[in-house]
Nanobody, 123 residues
């Protein structure tokens, strides 16, 4: 599946952004979707995942502030980010997987990746 992420930008601390990831293909609803992020000089890290049955998982650092959701009719997954902090600054990537559950925290469980969108949070 091909993925196209968008919605990044510059926001002040405490603000909000919503990222979108549009997917090609007619079987989008069968895929698990994840969001990862990579800050300069750091490894790409798990942010959130969504899989069959409305299940979701979040990194501890974003739980309660970020929400992953999906619109299968639009082949799109979203990441609503509230109460943003400077440490949320990173390039955010969406990814698709045929796995489900806690393993979705692992980068190597994803088969397809979007190109990334920059999120910058100023203090």
């Amino acid at each position: 599946v091909q993925l196209q992420a968008s919605g990044g930008g510059l926001v002040q601390a405490g603000g909000s952004l919503r990222l979108s990831c549009a997917a090609s293909g007619r079987t989008f609803s069968r895929y698990s979707m994840g969001w990862f992020r990579q800050a300069p000089g750091k490894e790409r890290e798990f942010v959130a995942a969504s899989w069959l049955g409305g299940n979701t998982d979040y990194a501890d650092s974003v739980r309660g502030r970020f929400t992953i959701s999906r619109d299968n009719g639009k082949n799109t997954v979203y990441l609503q980010m509230n109460s943003l902090k400077p440490e949320d600054t990173a390039v955010y990537y969406c990814a698709a997987s045929d796995k489900w559950g806690p393993v979705l925290r692992l980068r190597n469980k994803y088969d397809d990746w979007g190109q990334g969108t920059q999120v910058t949070v100023s203090s």
